[in-house]
């Protein structure tokens, strides 16, 4: 079993190939390089934050709602139509992560004396 340096190494490594693909895709306007990226980019992401928290995030009951989107996203991304699926995923996503991206937004602020 790996330590979890190693699975946050492995996890940073596709974030990264992810975004790669994904901005290529982005730019050249090819769906298969955007589908590939975004597999990378949802596969890093749950690499790194590791299984018990993926599940505790994702099947909490508030959640369930905004996991369907992100599992519908990545559906539909699958299906053929990855920017579609995306912003589908985008949706769910943020309102999965919207508590946690609160208290960077507060450290910001408070650096930058907003």
Same mark, same amino acid.
């Given at each position: %079993? %790996?330590?979890?340096? /190693?699975?946050? #190494? =492995? &996890?940073s490594? %596709?974030?990264? =190939? &992810?975004?790669?693909f /994904?901005? *290529?895709?982005f730019?050249?306007f090819?769906? &298969?390089?955007l589908?590939?990226?975004? *597999?990378? $980019? =949802?596969? @890093?992401?749950?690499?790194?934050?590791g299984?018990p928290? +993926?599940?505790g995030l994702?099947?909490?009951?508030?959640?369930?709602?905004?996991t369907?989107f992100?599992?519908a996203g990545? +559906? *539909? =991304?699958i /299906?053929g139509w990855?920017?579609? @699926?995306i $912003?589908v995923e985008l949706? &769910?996503?943020?309102h999965?992560?919207k +508590?946690f991206l609160?208290m960077?937004? #507060?450290?910001?602020?408070?650096?930058?004396g907003i």
């Open positions: %079993m %790996m330590s979890t340096s /190693a699975h946050t #190494q =492995v &996890g490594c %596709m974030l990264s =190939v &992810g975004a790669l /994904a901005f *290529i895709g730019s050249i090819d769906n &298969g390089l589908a590939l990226g975004n *597999i990378y $980019l =949802v596969s @890093g992401c749950f690499i790194m934050l299984y928290r +993926t599940k994702l099947l909490k009951y508030s959640n369930l709602k905004f369907l992100l599992v990545f +559906t *539909i =991304v /299906a990855p920017r579609i @699926g $912003l949706f &769910g996503l943020y999965l992560m +508590t609160y960077p937004i #507060q450290i910001a602020r408070s650096y930058l």
